[in-house]
């Protein structure tokens, strides 16, 4: 009974109807509404099943509403943004939004900012922001008009939502493990600042510090040493490889994602250093590559898919104006230890 060939279009109506319910309550289950009971819920997705209703996204978009999201990333490869995608879709999977992924391939102001602008010119209806590079004022001025949620930086606004991990208590755990391990020469690989951005609070500014500040706390501030590399395998790779071949080579590396780390382990390698025997290291993300049995990885576990959950449930709420206010929720990390790192050689 769809709408093949010359038949009629099944209507929201037509799906009223058959579910015994209002029109109100069938666009409540379409945008994934708050209030909706499990029971009408099925109700009406049994009665869409049986009349082969598809929704119309452009008679949809006519009426103020797109049911398009758009989510910025800078870049497909860090396996980080894989978790955070896979709980953006646990919210909406139910829902009928469908999400629009944007990666501008590098961390450019001017790259992420022209993608933004295709997603607002697309009249998406809102917009996922992960640790945009954008400038902050330029967010602001967007997400005045667009609901929008931030993910990564610690700089709230009332303009849009916050979705953050507790970075400094991820820090801590990190280095309080190698110092515990009797590590003391322990390095950070880091990410260069993008300049002109005015965002103050980027999730690696609030690594480094607490880096330097754990480090301080356990009497090692003059060995703390910082190399802005960046997070990515190359990254990882020169940063590693500047370390390692210094006059003064660390016992231990901290990668601020997991993603650098896998290019420290290249660069042990190529220079003939045992992970974790000559070198431990620890990365950030608990991705699944950490996981993989030949990286055993120790590293901070922030919850991605938990965080990309959340940020699209505050995007929902700010689309369906359920909420009058800006929120920041930060998530909570702990340590997953595994087997890339070990006791200091004495």
């Given at each position: 009974m769809g709408s093949t060939g010359g038949a009629k279009r099944v209507t929201i109506a037509d799906v009223a109807r058959s579910a015994g319910v209002s029109t109100s309550a069938v666009s409540k289950v379409l945008t994934n509404a708050y209030g909706v009971s499990p029971a009408m819920r099925e109700r009406v997705r049994g009665a869409m099943a049986e009349l082969g209703y598809r929704p119309h996204a452009a008679a949809r978009g006519?009426?103020?509403r797109?049911?398009?999201?758009?989510?910025?990333?800078?870049?497909?490869?860090n396996a980080f943004y894989a978790d955070l995608l896979e709980g953006v879709d646990a919210l909406l999977r139910d829902s009928e939004y469908a999400v629009f992924i944007g990666s501008s391939g590098s961390a450019e102001m001017d790259d992420q900012t022209k993608l933004i602008h295709a997603m607002v010119d697309r009249q998406m209806d809102g917009l996922i922001l992960v640790a945009p590079a954008v400038a902050r004022s330029e967010v602001v001025r967007i997400a005045a008009d667009v609901p929008t949620v931030v993910l990564g930086h610690h700089d709230p606004s009332t303009a849009y939502d916050c979705v953050v991990n507790q970075d400094g208590l991820g820090v801590d755990l990190v280095v309080d493990h190698l110092v515990g391990l009797g590590h003391r020469d322990i390095a950070h690989l880091s990410h260069p600042t993008v300049r002109g951005t005015q965002w103050r609070q980027r999730p690696e500014h609030h690594v480094r510090a607490a880096y330097g500040d754990a480090m301080a706390r356990h009497g090692l501030a003059g060995l703390a040493r910082v190399v802005n590399s960046g997070y990515s395998d190359e990254g990882g790779y020169r940063g590693a490889m500047e370390l390692l071949t210094s006059a003064r080579p660390p016992t231990a590396i901290f990668a601020g994602a997991d993603v650098a780390a896998t290019g420290v382990f290249r660069a042990a390698v190529e220079l003939g250093l045992r992970?974790?025997?000559?070198l431990s290291l620890a990365g950030y993300n608990n991705t699944s590559v950490a996981a993989l049995a030949p990286v055993s990885l120790t590293s901070v576990d922030q919850a991605g898919a938990m965080m990309g959950e959340t940020a699209a449930?505050?995007?929902l709420e700010r689309i369906e104006n359920r909420r009058d206010r800006a929120v920041v929720i930060a998530s909570t990390p702990h340590l997953v230890v595994r087997g890339s790192t070990a006791p200091a050689r004495l």
């Open positions: 006519m009426r103020g797109t049911y398009t999201i758009g989510i910025l990333l800078a870049s497909i490869r992970i974790p025997e000559d449930r505050l995007l």
